[in-house]
Each structure stands twice: as C-alpha cells, then as structure tokens.
C-alpha cells in the first residue's frame, strides 16, 4: 500500500479517493455499519486510513459486479484476496508483459514513455483490436491496481487521460465511407463511466458508422430530442457493471416509451452477460467483439425499417 501514514480523510477527500460520494457513505454508515467515521472539532465526519483502503476495495469489487451488502462486512484482506482473485482469473485476457509494463509507467509517472509505448502498441495492433484485446483487460487491471493501492488516484486519472486522448486521435484519423448506421453515443444519470463509451465509439467508427458522442450522464427526457436533432439511426448507451442491472434496465423501458418507435434500441455492457431478461424493443450487446455483427445486421435491412437505433457498452475501467 502507498499510503502507511495514519491520518484521518475528510469526507470529501473520501470521496475523491474512493468515487463513492457522501451520500452514498452515509447510507452505508447507517445501514451496515460501516464506514465508521469519527468527528473532528467540528463536528464533521473524518475516516481512518483503513476505512478508506477498504472503501477503495469495495468499490472496485461493486465496478465487478458486487453488490455493497456481501462486502462491507469481510475484512480488508478478505476483500483484497477477492480481488486478486478476479484479477488472475481474467489476465489470460490480455498481453500480460504489455499490462505489467503499463502499470510499471504509470506508478513511475514515465509519461513520454507511457505515451510512446500505447501508441506503439495502438500502431501495431489497429485501432480495433487495441480496443479490444488490449484495453478491455489493461482497463480492469488498472482498476484493481487502484483498488489495492498500488496506483494513487492521479495515476489512474493519468491513465485515463492518455487513453482517452489516444482513442480519440485515432478515432478521427478513421476514413469514413459508409456512415450507416449513425450512432447517438451517451450514458443515462449516475452511469459516470466514460471510456466504455469511448471505447464503443471507435469500434463503431472502424466499422464505418457515423457516431455523434453526447458524453455522460444525459437526461433520458433530452436523447429524444437529440436523436431527432442528429437523425440518427442508433443511440448508444454504455453501462458499467457499477450500475445494478435491475436499475439499467428500469431506465431503458423508461426511454423505450419516450423514444419515437422507429429507433431501435441495442443494449451493451458486461452486466448483459449476467441479466438475460432483457428489455422490450431492446436488443442486448454484452461485449464490443459484437458491435460488427450487430452493425452488419442493421445494414442489411430494407431502407425503410433501417431507420434508427439505441446502444449499451462497458469498458470494464472504474472511471
């Protein structure tokens, strides 16, 4: 662990530290238990080292799929072991020397080097497989390096920043000769997660679809609106496996009925893969390797029924 120090975080540094916002602490607090915080001289919440290490741990392992209730009661090696775990069970994903040589940089903070050696791997691989096959595990590895404390949260943003800039560099020197299907690209309220939606975008474009990226987090009342704007054919939105999937799919029925009928809706993320239920009038797109299939599908309808569109992507990074 980085920080072996004893002091006591503020609330608001808590939530810098962890990505868990206050509210969501005093809930916890009251429900489980824990964080148990004490009071400074005036009155407000602070949390002790571990409180905070343990906070990082959950939230990684709810970033997996877990829910706050299972986890808030096992001790900090418990959780930590869990996540090496996970951690081992997926690295057969991804080049493992290429990973360890990412996270080498990044707690370095070797930054001409990291740049140099992403784009490198970008230049050789191709746009859509260094989205693929090498950001969706470097993005989880990352994550849980955070969580174990082995990556300071301005490591991790670093890391973020360099991805998104490289992505989107490449996204924009992508020919476009098709342009079909076009593509609303967001997320719903409380999906804060940005690469995933980043990620979708690029293997969208390979493909040779027109996306129109609104970032995160827009009002399900203005995407009708927008869609309409952009006369799109399809609006994407990207879940993470944070989102309950319970919740996820409350809001695309939601949007389903405010949505004009013409416009399909296509659902990714990771968190498909755990939920088959599924949503009326929602096609589910649990990995990116799908989006050419789905793509191709879409083409091949008449004219008048290729109209318009919506999409879910995860990225697996905790954000």
């Given amino acids: 662990m980085k920080r072996q120090a004893a002091h006591l975080a503020t609330i608001a540094t808590v939530e810098r530290e962890t990505g868990l916002s206050a509210d969501t602490l005093r809930v916890w607090e ?75 940089l990044l707690q370095s903070n070797l930054i001409e080097d990291l740049r140099r050696l992403l784009s490198s791997t970008l230049l050789r691989l191709g746009l859509q ?6 950001l969706g595990p470097m993005n989880v590895a990352v994550g849980d390096a955070w969580a174990r404390g082995e990556l300071a949260v301005s490591e991790e943003h670093l890391y973020t920043e360099q991805i998104q800039y490289l992505v989107r560099q490449a996204i924009g020197s992508v020919s476009e000769l098709r342009q079909q299907p076009s593509v609303l690209l967001t997320t719903l ?31 399900a009342s203005e995407i009708p609106r927008a869609a309409r704007a952009h006369a ?33 809706i296509w659902a990714g993320g990771s968190i498909w893969q755990r939920n088959r239920k599924g949503v009326p009038g929602v096609t589910m797109i649990a990995s990116l390797t799908d989006i050419p ?18 999409i879910r992507f995860d990225g697996g990074h905790s954000g």
């Fill in 189 to 219: 309220p409380g999906e804060e997660h940005q690469l995933g939606l980043l990620m979708a975008q690029a293997c969208l474009t390979v493909e040779g679809a027109r996306c129109v990226s609104l970032g995160v987090q827009t009002p």
């Fill in 129 to 134: 497989r260094f989205v693929v096959e090498f």
């Fill in 293 to 310: 299939a789905a793509v191709a599908a879409r083409r091949a309808l008449p004219p008048a029924v290729n109209a318009r569109s919506v």
């Fill in 30 to 104: 009251r429900r489980y238990g824990f964080p148990a915080p004490a009071r400074d001289h005036n009155g407000e919440r602070v949390y002790p080292d571990e409180q905070v290490e343990k906070l990082r741990v959950i939230r990684r392992l709810i970033d997996r799929g877990l829910r706050p209730g299972k986890l808030v009661g096992a001790s900090l090696d418990e959780l930590s072991a869990r996540i090496d775990g996970m951690s081992q069970a997926s690295a057969p994903a991804g080049d493992i020397d290429l990973m360890r040589e990412t996270l080498k």
């Fill in 232 to 264: 799109v054919d399809v609006v994407g939105l990207s879940f993470s496996q944070a989102m309950k999937a319970q919740t996820a799919c409350a809001m695309l029925a939601d949007l389903r009925e405010r949505l004009d009928p013409a416009i399909d």
